[in-house]
């Protein structure tokens, strides 16, 4: 079993920041991505930023120079800083992880439960 829990979400005016995390924990053999993806009302899920071990960064085009993604692949963590944040930003953000179970061959998607981030104008 996998799970990703994550935490931080909450409540910011228009130019604020929030800072979200995300621990993956169970039987882990490794994981290749970590990312974030975000779900507005009434939209669809669409990718924030994904960190790939060892690789570089992606951001959706929407939050480049005001999000940044990190992980630490030591304790199976990936982090999200939102600055400068908009109305728009307002979503469920779900924690995304490609891993590979103990004593499994293949890499999963997994997904934690989702955080409420509302901003207000």
């Known amino acids: 079993q996998v799970q990703l829990v994550e935490s931080g979400g909450g409540l910011v005016q228009a130019g604020g920041s929030l800072r979200l995390s995300c621990a993956a924990s169970g039987n882990i053999g490794s994981i290749s991505v970590m990312g974030w993806h975000r779900q507005a009302p009434g939209k669809q899920r669409d990718m924030v930023a994904t960190?790939?071990?060892?690789?570089?960064?992606n951001y959706a085009d929407s939050v480049k120079g005001r999000f940044t993604i990190s992980r630490d692949s030591a304790k199976n963590v990936v982090y999200l800083q939102m600055n400068s944040l908009k109305p728009e930003d307002t979503a469920v953000y779900y924690c995304?992880?490609?891993?590979?179970?103990?004593?499994?061959?293949?890499?999963?998607?997994?997904w934690g439960q989702g955080t409420q981030v509302t901003v207000s104008s």
């Open positions: 995304y992880g490609l891993i590979r179970g103990r004593f499994r061959y293949n890499y999963e998607a997994y």
């Open positions: 960190v790939p071990s060892g690789g570089n960064t």
